[in-house]
């Protein structure tokens, strides 16, 4: 069941482009329509510490990815300063006058900061390898000055680029989306994080921090202790956490991945929930928790586990738990049981019993649930079916 203006229409066709002519195009070319201001910079290195403990430096905007470098790759760096090696910009936007947002750039500004703050050791170096297992502070005199009188390069998107804040996001966005158009390939949740931010995705990365789901998905705690395990975890690093919540709210609405690849399915679906109002996004931020909430009380960890078979050397059959959350499961499980909140205590008291069943259920159903195959109809099946396992528990 959907909340009131929860439904999405996807069937809105796009609007056929208009011709126009090139007298148009100039005119739009002249009254500077999606043109950028910008101007350029370079800032000793030494001087990096002081302008980042300056506060005028946003480091965390929302576009940007969740990676962080490793001590050896942070150490090719110092190492290039230190070679004199051509070194990329970094992209900077002036949200407000002399205060910026790190558009790109971010690990190169902070590998700078950590190292002039002796935070790492420089490790891997094959060229100055005689510097590996020294800080900043322990390097030899020259070399410090060597480093301390290069520069970094900045590109400053200013504030006279965008006349709104709903145009700034979007140039923002498209300037990210450009200028991360080579070198590593943006996970498909990450582009989203970038191009398609707004409210629902603000709820996505919100909800991402639900101890049930980093659980699932064996995502360390966000505490500080764990935060170099929390770092290096490919679930959380690639966005994954936030792309389970946006599945979830858009498997609820599963018309709309007819005819579309899943990924497309899941654009769009973000696009237009970005428009819900504030007490839609309050109902489905209930839902999720609470029915992440039931999974974990029926289920525990392997709530989103899938019991598959598998043929031994000699070719017998054998069955287990592939131990670690699947989409498989996680879609359809999902579903039905948002729909059984209203039996939870039911459910609950019936867990053992739930338990030692769906081994059952999974084996007389694998030929629904096994292999890759996840359209439209394959996850339509998996929800009925499911949802007839557990209504039999209610009866």
Request: a negative charge; charged letters at 35%; glycine letters at 4%.
């Amino acid at each position: 069941m959907l909340f009131d203006n929860e439904k999405i229409n996807f069937n809105i066709e796009e609007k056929e482009m208009a011709k126009i002519d090139d007298e148009a195009i100039n005119r739009k070319y002249v009254a500077g329509e999606v043109r950028i201001v910008t101007e350029q910079a370079r800032y000793p290195l030494d001087t990096i510490t002081v302008m980042i403990d300056s506060g005028k430096y946003e480091l965390n905007p929302d576009f940007q990815r969740r990676h962080r470098w490793s001590d050896e790759k942070k150490s090719k760096l110092i190492e290039s300063f230190i070679m004199n090696v051509p070194i990329p910009p970094i992209f900077l936007y002036e949200n407000e006058f002399s205060h910026y947002e790190v558009m790109d750039g971010l690990q190169r500004l902070t590998t700078i900061y950590d190292f002039y703050n002796n935070k790492y050791k420089l490790v891997g170096l094959t060229l100055w390898e005689e510097l590996n297992g020294r800080c900043y502070s322990e390097l030899p005199e020259k070399v410090k000055k060597g480093i301390d009188r290069r520069y970094i390069s900045s590109i400053i998107l200013l504030q006279e680029s965008a006349k709104s804040e709903e145009e700034a996001r979007k140039m923002k966005q498209l300037v990210f989306e450009r200028i991360n158009s080579g070198g590593v390939k943006l996970e498909p949740q990450e582009t989203r994080n970038a191009l398609i931010d707004g409210k629902m995705n603000q709820l996505c990365i919100e909800l991402s921090e639900n101890e049930y789901l980093c659980y699932f998905l064996g995502i360390p705690p966000k505490k500080a202790e764990y935060e170099a395990e929390r770092d290096a975890n490919e679930n959380y690093s690639k966005m994954v956490d936030v792309e389970y919540v946006l599945r979830f709210f858009a498997m609820r609405q599963l018309d709309g991945y007819a005819k579309r690849k899943l990924n497309d399915f899941f654009d769009y679906y973000l696009t237009m929930a970005n428009h819900f109002d504030d007490n839609l996004l309050q109902e489905l931020k209930r839902l999720f928790e609470n029915t992440l909430k039931l999974a974990y009380d029926i289920f525990g960890d392997s709530a989103f586990y899938m019991y598959r078979k598998r043929e031994t050397l000699s070719g017998e059959e054998k069955w287990n738990w592939f131990s670690r959350t699947t989409t498989t499961v996680y879609d359809p499980m999902m579903q039905v049981l948002s729909n059984l909140l209203h039996y939870k205590e039911i459910l609950v008291r019936k867990k053992k019993d739930i338990q030692e069943e769906i081994k059952n259920f999974y084996k007389e159903k694998y030929n629904i649930f096994e292999g890759r195959k996840n359209n439209k109809v394959d996850i339509e099946k998996r929800i009925v079916e499911l949802q007839k396992f557990f209504e039999r528990f209610l009866e």
